[in-house]
């Protein structure tokens, strides 16, 4: 899955990129209009896999990991072409779910695009540029359905979809948020839409704003977030920086001090992994201990070939055992005296933190 971070120039969106990737993409205290996008990876922090790393001491430790991109800042007028507009939208196609950065912080150094700080301002303006631009091919489409000689039954069905969606788009509603039937959705596939796409917002504070828990318009925000079903993160972009450059222990010592039993980074990069319906099986051994991803509902057999397509092919059963029971016995071996070591078919749909030896033949 690809998710692409987006929100108006000096919103931070390339400093979150830097740390959820560990990338060091220049930043700008204005904005550049710069018009490529950035690819990371992001990896998923996960104490299940720290603790199978503490009990196997493997060669190798793999978290499960995500691909992030970094969007060009967008303004407004972005769907007709203003800007770096076509860019950006072209951008937006790419990716599969976005994280919008909105921006509360005030520092008179980095200089707002709009010129003060308005987060329900600045929301409805990304949001309004994606809605538009679907809104815009809707159109079309429509007129060219209404205009065909001959009207078949499957293109009726898409021309009351479009004008579900139109009906929405005109209420300032993403077409994601929208009530659609497996059917509909099918009929909108090929259309690539941007409102389509989830989307959740990650909120850029300050140090005191992080401190106080307060910043302008929270809550309005909330209401607009709890409404639409779309969760909000508050990280402070200059404390992740500074916890960023200290090694192991003096970010523990920091981050105690603060009272942050998280980082945001951690936060944000959790929270995105879960909000788009992935979850992880693991792997483990003295070679290496690794975290899979997977949608949820992914069943035995279609996890085993995440792996190799050979144990998907020749696949015999899983060997499961959950985590959580590892955790609580602490070997493998009290696990099976309490007959907690399952063998399941290929039909047996996976958990996250299932623990899974695949047992195949080819």
Same mark, same amino acid.
């Given at each position: 899955?690809?998710?692409?971070?987006?929100?108006?120039?000096?919103?931070?969106?390339?400093?979150?990129?830097?740390?959820?990737?560990?990338?060091?993409?220049?930043?700008?205290?204005?904005?550049?209009?710069?018009?490529?996008?950035?690819?990371?990876?992001?990896?998923?922090?996960?104490?299940?896999?720290?603790?199978?790393?503490?009990?196997?001491?493997?060669?190798?430790?793999?978290?499960?990991?995500?691909?992030?991109?970094?969007?060009?800042?967008?303004?407004?007028?972005?769907?007709?072409?203003?800007?770096?507009?076509?860019?950006?939208?072209?951008?937006?196609?790419?990716?599969?779910?976005?994280?919008?950065?909105?921006?509360?912080?005030?520092?008179?150094?980095?200089?707002?695009?709009?010129?003060?700080?308005?987060?329900?301002?600045?929301?409805?303006?990304?949001?309004?540029?994606?809605?538009?631009?679907?809104?815009?091919?809707?159109?079309?489409?429509?007129?060219?359905?209404?205009?065909?000689?001959?009207?078949?039954?499957?293109?009726?069905?898409?021309?009351? &979809?479009?004008?579900?969606?139109?009906?929405?788009? =005109?209420?300032?509603?993403?077409?994601?948020?929208? !009530? $659609?039937?497996? /059917? +509909?959705?099918?009929?909108?596939?090929?259309?690539?839409?941007?409102?389509?796409?989830?989307?959740?917002?990650?909120?850029?504070?300050?140090?005191?704003?992080?401190?106080?828990?307060?910043?302008?318009?929270?809550?309005?925000?909330?209401?607009?977030?709890?409404?639409?079903?779309?969760?909000?993160?508050?990280?402070?972009?200059? &404390?992740?920086?500074?916890?960023?450059?200290?090694? =192991?222990?003096?970010?523990?010592?920091?981050?105690? !001090? $603060?009272?942050? /039993? +998280?980082?945001?980074?951690?936060?944000?990069?959790?929270?995105?992994?879960?909000?788009?319906?992935?979850?992880?099986?693991?792997?483990?051994?003295?070679?290496?201990?690794?975290?899979?991803?997977?949608?949820?509902?992914?069943?035995?057999?279609?996890?085993?070939?995440?792996?190799?397509?050979?144990?998907?092919?020749?696949?015999?059963?899983?060997?499961?055992?959950?985590?959580?029971?590892?955790?609580?016995?602490?070997?493998?071996?009290?696990?099976?005296?309490?007959?907690?070591?399952?063998?399941?078919?290929?039909?047996?749909?996976?958990?996250?933190?299932?623990?899974?030896?695949?047992?195949?033949?080819?």
């Amino acid at each position: 899955m690809k998710i692409g971070l987006t929100g108006l120039p000096t919103s931070g969106k390339t400093t979150f990129f830097n740390l959820l990737t560990h990338s060091s993409i220049e930043t700008s205290a204005y904005s550049s209009g710069k018009a490529e996008a950035h690819l990371g990876v992001a990896r998923i922090p996960d104490c299940r896999v720290d603790f199978l790393a503490g009990m196997y001491h493997p060669k190798k430790t793999t978290y499960a990991a995500m691909e992030l991109i970094d969007l060009p800042g967008l303004v407004k007028g972005a769907s007709s072409g203003k800007g770096v507009g076509n860019q950006f939208l072209e951008s937006v196609r790419k990716v599969d779910a976005l994280i919008q950065i909105v921006r509360t912080f005030t520092n008179d150094e980095v200089m707002h695009v709009e010129g003060s700080i308005n987060p329900m301002r600045d929301i409805d303006t990304v949001n309004l540029e994606l809605l538009l631009s679907d809104l815009g091919v809707i159109e079309t489409r429509i007129e060219r359905i209404e205009n065909s000689k001959k009207i078949n039954s499957v293109m009726k069905e898409e021309l009351e &979809v479009l004008k579900k969606c139109r009906d929405g788009l =005109e209420q300032e509603m993403p077409i994601h948020t929208l !009530e $659609l039937t497996g /059917e +509909e959705k099918e009929h909108l596939k090929t259309f690539n839409f941007l409102s389509v796409k989830p989307m959740f917002l990650v909120v850029n504070v300050d140090e005191e704003q992080l401190e106080t828990g307060e910043y302008p318009q929270k809550g309005e925000l909330y209401s607009y977030a709890g409404e639409r079903s779309i969760p909000v993160i508050e990280v402070c972009a200059k &404390v992740e920086m500074e916890i960023d450059r200290l090694d =192991e222990e003096d970010k523990r010592l920091f981050m105690e !001090e $603060l009272g942050i /039993e +998280e980082s945001g980074i951690d936060r944000t990069a959790r929270a995105t992994y879960d909000y788009f319906g992935l979850i992880s099986f693991l792997t483990a051994g003295e070679d290496e201990v690794k975290a899979w991803t997977i949608k949820k509902g992914t069943t035995a057999h279609r996890a085993a070939g995440k792996i190799h397509s050979d144990i998907e092919r020749g696949f015999i059963r899983a060997e499961v055992v959950k985590y959580s029971d590892l955790k609580a016995l602490g070997s493998m071996a009290k696990l099976k005296e309490k007959g907690l070591f399952r063998l399941e078919g290929k039909d047996y749909v996976v958990q996250d933190g299932d623990i899974i030896n695949f047992r195949f033949n080819v």
